[in-house]
Every structure is written in C-alpha cells, then in structure tokens.
C-alpha cells in the first residue's frame, strides 16, 4: 500500500483510465421516471425510468420503433410529455426547455446544416441562435473546426461536404454552445469505418473533458466500445440497463460457437448439451454455450468447422430483443 | 403551466431576431433573382398596365390611371412577396432542409420561429413595396411625403399575408398544394380589392366578399395616403388586417407544433 487516496476526493484519475460514474443522484444530468408517450393507442414510450449521471457516457439502444428516439425527443422538449417527469440538470421539461437547451448539445439524427450556407457561416448563425456572436465565439469556432479537421473547409458549402464531414460539423456545431449534456440520435450511421473512428475519438475527448454524453446506436459494437452504461429499450419499456461487461456476463453464455452449412442443424441437434441454447440465423447456427470446446470437438469429429467467439454486447441484445425483423 | 391561455397562445422572446437575421444573410447571397421577382414584375404590371390600359382608361377616381395602380401594385406586392416567402421559403427551410429542426437544438422555441418568419415575410414585402413606391416616385406617381405612412400599413399587411401563408405552409405535404391558397385566395382578392379598378364597380355582394378579406383594407389605406389625401378611416381597416394578422400567427404557431412537436 503506497498512496491511499484521500477521503472524499473524486475523479481525478492520472492513468488515463476511464472513472466510474459518480452514483450521487445529488450530480444527475438527467432523470427520467415514469415516463409516457402514447401514439394514436400505441405505446411508444411506456414507463421509461433512468438516471444518467453528471460526466457519464449512456447508451440507448433498441430495435428500430422501440422508443429511443422519442423518448430523446421528451428529454429536449421536441415531444410533449404524455406522462411522468423528465429533469434535465435540475431542470423540470419541458417547463424549462430554453434554460435547458442553452446548456445542451444535440447531434440530431437526421442533418439539419443549413444548406444556403458556408460551413463557417453554419457554426455563425448557429451561434447566434444562442445570442453568441463576437470575438469569444470566433476563437471557440476555429477551435472547433480545428477539432473536427474542417479548417481548410472553412468557405466550402455543405453540399460539398462528405458524409463524415457533414456530421463532423454538426458535432462542431453542437459544441459551440460548451454544453453540459451532448445528446447524439445515431451519429454515425452511414459513415465509413474512418469515419467513425475519427468520431469515436472526439467523443472519448468529450467524455475525458467531463461532458455527459448520452448515445443512441444501432452499432452494438459502438456502445460496447464508447458508453460506461447501456440501456436496452424495447416496446417502450427498459429491459436491462448496466454496464456492457455487466450486461454480457448476466444475461449471456460466455462463448458462441458458429457452425454453417446443410448438415449443421442436425448435427447441432444432436450434439448441443443441456445448458447450450442454438439459433439459426438464416443457413448458420449460433450456440451459445459456457463449454465451448466439448461442442466443437464433436462438430468437427462430424467433418463440420466451428468457428469460436467470445459473446459481445450483440448477443444480449438479439438475445433480450429477439431476432425477427423489425420495421 | 397553470395559465390557461399559455396552450395556444404565442409567446415568442426576442431570440427571433437571430431567426430574422438568418433569412436576411441568405437573402442578401441571392440578392439579384429574389430582387427581380419582387420588384420586376410588379414594376412590369405597373408600365405594361398603366401606359397600355391607361390611355383607354383616362381618369379614374379624379387621377390618371397610372397612379392609381401605382398604388393598387403597391399592396398586391406585398401580398404576393409575403404569401411566397411564408409559403414556397418557409416550407422548404420546414420540410425540405429541416432549418427550423436545427434551430428547436438551441434555445430557439417554436414560437420564436414561426413569430420570425411571419416578421421576415413581413420584411421582404416591405421591401419590395418600398422598391416599387421609389420607382412610382420617380416616375411623378407620388403625390407628396404622406405615401412614407403607407410603409408602415404595408408591414402590417405583409405580416398578415406572411402568417396566414404559414398557415398554408403548417397544412401543406408538398409544394402543389400552395395553388389551392394562391387560386382560391390570392387571386379572387388581387382582383376583386380594387387593386386594378376601383371596388364600386363590382356588383354589392362581391363588395361584400372583399371587404370581409384583407387586401381591400390595405388598399383603401394605401392608396389616398399615395395619392395626397388622407383616408377616410383608419382604425377599421387596420383591425381588420390587424384582426387576420393575429389569428394567422396564433393558427399557423398551433398548426406547426402540432406537425413538428408531435
């Protein structure tokens, strides 16, 4: 035992590390309880309740029609609250939506960058919808593009821009305002692996800068790499929220072993133990399984080749969700 | 939220000024076609009518032909400039670039918006009836000083058509529905308002018909303050126009939020 950390002092973390969140509902960014929405008889958003702390990064994720969208546009004031209550930094919404929004980011899911413009005058007029304007922000707005790598695209029209710099400078534009909470409806669909890794890094950079971020995703593989937390959400309601190594060991075998082609299904039949749960998806097999290497043995011994994973965050997810299709 | 009227009515705060000033810096980038439909056409109606028609017409209401339209295209510009920028503008930066999306990211409100975009159809009506009634005054149109008053009537009245365009823009699903509005509205009341000939001479109930729409109002205000004489009431036109102007911005805001903030 050389350093004991002295009571009461939180976060500084010198390693570089990731920090747990601090539990103290004293510090939420957002509370969510009971939370309603109702869609000609439909419920969309049934009951949500969650709490996401000050500097945490949150994940939403959920089937597409399961409720994360709108249950984000409750938390910005974008829907009316059909039941429950939603504060946002203390705030109650959507009584408090300009306070709230003037301290918030948002990166919606469609682009909304204003096409009769540069992008240098996108992040102006953008600014000036929060009543900045002056020297402050022109120095914040070349820090920003800086960050983003949009320097040299200063004078170009958005037209002109890339996928993957569109929402490069709607993040820059999200940020001009320094907010509290970012809130991204799926930042990076649609990017290439570049792309997304690049936004990956600005985000981990906000995150270690002490912002809340909370995320929507259809990429498990994102959340799993970017949110301390994880909330699945379907038919309206949480159905597991943890962290993603927490998630993956609760409600998962550890290991899944793949096997295709036309003998497959019997053989798995045939040779699956007790625990092991199998699933087709289209002509491959999935099992999921704590002994892996007993099942593998006996596929090959029957002429087949199994491929062998660890179970991630996906697996929970078809696992809690289902594998039909949804719309 | 305890205050009743706090559901349906307005509450814009001055934040709308940025929404303004955006329309304005796009505007200002296409200066020269926004420029040529807002105040070469009218300027083209008003030579093309007042030389052509104005030798068959002679006098109308003691004053040459000429200025009287000079005062009639006065008003219908700016019922036109207002009707298309709250219509075919406002629709495509709601629908088609998700401008006022982007906006409901910032501390902007709804209200804020939709409040900017009656004012900014207001503005751009202003302008382009300023535009005409510099040309009028340079071509012997104007009688003296007191046609500066008409601009502030004009405002209001573009501000009117501007809202009740939105209203047409919160109901709209694609642009061919604006032909409703500018076939059943626009037109009946360019041509039965006394713009191009005066009201007497339609039969009474179409006087009726008019004087229940906006467009006549304006003109009965703006054209003796045009023309060197002052209007024998005010008040009752601009309640009138006034009138539409409130209940357009209170409809089009509620409309709106209904579509965007479902």
New interface residues.
């Given amino acids: 035992m050389r350093r004991r950390p002295a009571i009461g002092t939180v976060g500084a973390n010198r390693y570089g590390m990731r920090s747990l969140p601090d539990p103290s509902p004293a510090v939420s960014a957002i509370r969510i309880q009971q939370l309603r929405k109702t869609y000609d008889g439909v419920h969309v958003v049934d009951g949500v309740d969650l709490e996401i702390a000050a500097g945490e990064f949150f994940g939403l994720l959920g089937p597409n029609g399961a409720g994360k969208t709108t249950t984000l546009r409750m938390l910005l004031g974008m829907t009316p609250i059909d039941g429950g209550q939603v504060e946002v930094l203390g705030l109650p919404m959507p009584e408090g939506e300009r306070e709230v929004r003037k301290r918030l980011g948002i990166v919606p899911q469609f682009d909304t960058l204003d096409p009769d413009f540069t992008v240098i005058e996108n992040m102006r007029t953008y600014a000036a919808y929060f009543g900045l304007s002056g020297a402050t922000v022109q120095a914040r707005i070349d820090l920003l593009l800086e960050q983003v790598n949009l320097n040299d695209k200063r004078g170009a029209r958005i037209n002109a821009l890339s996928g993957g710099m569109k929402r490069r400078l709607t993040l820059a534009r999200a940020l001009i305002n320094e907010p509290e909470v970012v809130v991204l409806d799926e930042p990076t669909t649609g990017l290439d692996p570049q792309a997304r890794h690049h936004l990956w890094r600005q985000l981990r950079q906000l995150r270690a800068s002490g912002v809340t971020l909370v995320l929507t995703t259809h990429y498990m593989e994102e959340a799993q790499e970017l949110c301390d937390r994880i909330a699945i959400i379907d038919h309206g309601r949480i159905i597991a929220c943890d962290r993603p190594s927490r998630l993956i060991a609760e409600h998962i075998e550890p290991w899944v072993v793949t096997v295709g082609g036309p003998e497959a299904g019997t053989a798995i039949e045939q040779e699956i133990g007790p625990r092991d749960r199998a699933h087709q998806v289209a002509d491959t097999w999935l099992v999921y399984t704590a002994e892996p290497d007993r099942l593998r043995e006996r596929l090959r011994a029957r002429g087949l080749e199994p491929t062998l994973r660890e179970a991630d965050l996906e697996d929970v997810f078809l696992k809690l969700t289902g594998h039909e299709l949804r719309d | ?1 305890s205050d009743p009227t706090s559901t349906w009515l307005p509450r814009p ?1 001055l ?1 709308f000024v ?2 303004w ?2 329309n304005l ?2 505007w200002r ?1 296409l200066l020269l076609p926004s420029m040529l439909g807002n105040f070469g056409e009218p300027i083209l109606y008003l030579l093309a009518f007042g030389y052509g028609f104005g030798r068959l017409v002679g006098d109308l209401d003691g004053m040459s032909y000429m200025v009287f339209i000079a005062s009639g295209i006065i008003c219908s510009s700016a019922m036109f400039t207002a009707s298309f920028e709250g219509m075919y503008s406002a629709y495509t930066r709601m629908a088609e ?3 006022w ?9 709804l209200d804020d918006i939709v409040f900017a975009e009656a004012i900014w159809a207001a503005s751009k009506g202003l302008i382009s009836a300023t535009t005409i009634l510099v040309v009028a005054a340079v071509l012997g149109l104007v009688s003296d000083a007191r046609a500066l008053l008409a601009l502030p009537v004009i405002f209001l009245a573009a501000f009117t058509f501007g809202a009740l365009a939105l209203v047409i823009t919160a109901l709209a699903r694609s642009y061919d529905f604006f032909l409703y509005y500018f076939t059943l509205a626009v037109t009946p009341m360019l041509l039965l308002s006394g713009v191009f000939f005066p009201l007497q001479e339609l039969p009474d109930w179409v006087q009726t018909l008019a004087l229940a729409l906006p467009l006549a109002h304006v003109v009965e205000i703006v054209r003796p303050l045009m023309t060197g004489s002052w209007p024998g009431s005010i008040w009752p036109h601009l309640a009138v126009i006034a009138g539409y102007g409130a209940a357009a911005i209170i409809l089009a805001t509620a409309l709106i939020r209904r579509r965007l ?2």
């Fill in positions: 939220m705060s934040r940025a929404v000033r955006r810096l796009v980038k670039q998700n401008t999306l982007g906006m409901l990211a910032t501390p902007l409100t903030l479902r």
